[in-house]
């Protein structure tokens, strides 16, 4: 028997996602650039995919763990930390990468770069009294696990 449970809104982005090559093109974030980041549950194990926005610090990829302005991280965040190899989808690509969290004071040049193209995040540090943190991961393009003669090199902050 299906399951009734009607989607999250993560999924159904995710679903839109995977259905148009990387390109949103429905509700709030249509048009708009994400990422899929898929971790392994600090807690559990279990895969874990969520879609998030993104921008780039050279060759490297950047997100805030922002959780929309909450005060508190968002799973994946802690997911990383535990279990930092990670599974990144941008557009039709996918490839495995190794998350870091970046420290000060590359953390706070991260994060300001990345809310001055995204002015929501400089909005979301201003309304919380906890610091985000800016994550760095690098890794090889790619499905299967990373080696170098899967191709170019790819970080994720």
């Not at 999924?11 to 971790?39: K, N, Y």
């Not at 995919?49 to 490297?60: E, F, K």
């Not at 979301?124 to 499905?143: C, D, M, P, Q, T």
């Amino acid at each position: 028997m299906a399951d009734a449970r009607p989607k999250s809104f993560n999924e159904r982005v995710i679903d839109d996602f995977r259905a148009h090559d990387g390109q949103i093109t429905s509700g709030p974030f249509a048009g708009r650039s994400l990422l899929l980041l898929t971790t392994k549950g600090a807690k559990t194990g279990d895969e874990r995919t969520s879609p998030l926005a993104y921008s780039r610090d050279g060759d490297r990829l950047v997100v805030v763990a922002s959780k929309g302005g909450a005060p508190t991280n968002p799973a994946w965040y802690h997911n990383i930390r535990t279990h930092p190899d990670v599974t990144v989808e941008i557009g039709p690509e996918r490839f495995r990468a190794h998350a870091t969290v970046a420290a000060e004071p590359e953390r706070r040049r991260l994060y300001d770069q990345h809310a001055a193209k995204m002015p929501a995040f400089a909005d979301y540090e201003n309304a919380l009294s906890a610091r985000k943190r800016a994550l760095r991961a690098e890794g090889l393009a790619g499905i299967e696990p990373a080696t170098p003669a899967l191709g170019r090199r790819r970080s994720i902050h």
